[in-house]
């Protein structure tokens, strides 16, 4: 153990003694054996544990350090840190951020912070990839398959370390790294006043490309509201009934509105895309995320994008999940 601190680096040295103290205390060490893992010998072999679906219900980082328990399995998300030592040297570790701790927005490398140790230890988490003997592989994951600082990270992993407060390990078993990660506080915890029904403002009829708004709804309209791999789906109004709400309705997806026209699912929904600074959509999936799903009802902050007698789209930057 003595001959792998030494490899780490200096600022993450005392993150993984810390760990490694915690899960002593608990009765388990964050390098313990993982047989999930067997199969990993190399970096190269990390891509087998890559998901291309995003997991649902990923709990944030400083949720999850509430109530993780060791020796259970969770999915975390995250952003590695934006820092020089958010990967460990040598070793197949990195430091995980939570979206409330995060410090920075991708700066160049070469002016990256030296550390990530002035995160506040309850929204940071230590992620490691393990060979069949438990151990962390022997080589370092930065710019390994998507991975590198200010990247966003999905995790399901093994809890080795958690004391409650300020310390979680986690053994990866799977993870999901979109090709682009969401604007930072794009999901809000207050819903945002002043919001309207798509319905209704769809039936004003008054709504054009720059206009701001405030928009209540809920996701459905077709059997796939949500594109897989884009940061779009489409958003209804409250005039339309979803096939639940229809007495004796058995429909297997009710989100689908099979019982409406086209025409009338069109002029009371929106569709909702989230885009980069060039205005081109990102390449991440919805679903899934803050518990977002089918029939799920939120609130969404934007600017309408297009708009005709038909069909209208909005740029999101912010969304509020209220169910």
């Not at 020796?71 to 820092?83: D, F, K, L, Q």
């Not at 002035?118 to 398959?145: F, Y």
């Not at 796939?224 to 779009?232: K, Y």
């Not at 989100?255 to 409406?260: A, I």
Request: aromatic content about 2%; glycine content about 10%; proline content about 6%.
């Amino acid at each position: 153990m003595k001959t792998m601190m030494n490899r780490v680096t200096g600022s993450m040295r005392a993150t993984v003694v810390a760990a490694m103290l915690v899960g002593g205390a608990v009765g388990a060490g964050p390098l313990a054996p993982a047989p999930a893992m067997a199969q990993v010998k190399s970096v190269a072999d990390v891509k087998t544990l890559l998901k291309p679906e995003l997991p649902a219900g990923a709990l944030e980082i400083t949720a999850a350090m509430k109530s993780a328990k060791v020796g259970e399995t969770i999915t975390v998300r995250g952003n590695v840190a934006m820092s020089k030592d958010a990967f460990v040297e040598n070793r197949s570790m990195f430091t995980l951020v939570d979206e409330s701790t995060r410090k920075g927005c991708c700066p160049p490398s070469d002016k990256l912070p030296d550390t990530a140790c002035d995160i506040p230890a309850g929204g940071r988490a230590t992620v490691q990839v393990v060979d069949a003997s438990g151990k962390p592989l022997r080589s370092g994951l930065n710019d390994q398959h998507g991975l590198k600082p200010g990247a966003e990270v999905f995790v399901t992993g093994k809890v080795e370390t958690a004391n409650g407060t300020d310390a979680l390990v986690l053994t990866v078993v799977s993870m999901h790294v979109p090709r682009a990660p969401l604007p930072t506080g794009f999901f809000v915890e207050k819903q945002p006043e002043s919001a309207k029904d798509v319905s209704e403002v769809r039936k004003t009829g008054t709504l054009k490309v720059g206009d701001e708004v405030v928009l209540r709804g809920r996701v459905g309209g077709s059997r796939e509201p949500f594109v897989a791999g884009r940061a779009v789906f489409t958003l209804m109004g409250r005039a339309l009934k979803a096939c639940n709400e229809n007495p004796d309705d058995n429909c297997s997806k009710p989100w689908d509105y099979c019982c409406e026209t086209k025409g009338d699912i069109l002029a009371n929904s929106v569709t909702v895309q989230v885009v980069d600074t060039k205005g081109q959509i990102l390449r991440t999936d919805m679903k899934g995320r803050r518990g977002l799903k089918e029939l799920s009802e939120i609130v969404v902050v934007g600017k309408v994008a297009s708009a005709d007698a038909k069909a209208v789209v909005v740029n999101a930057i912010a969304v509020h999940v209220t169910q």
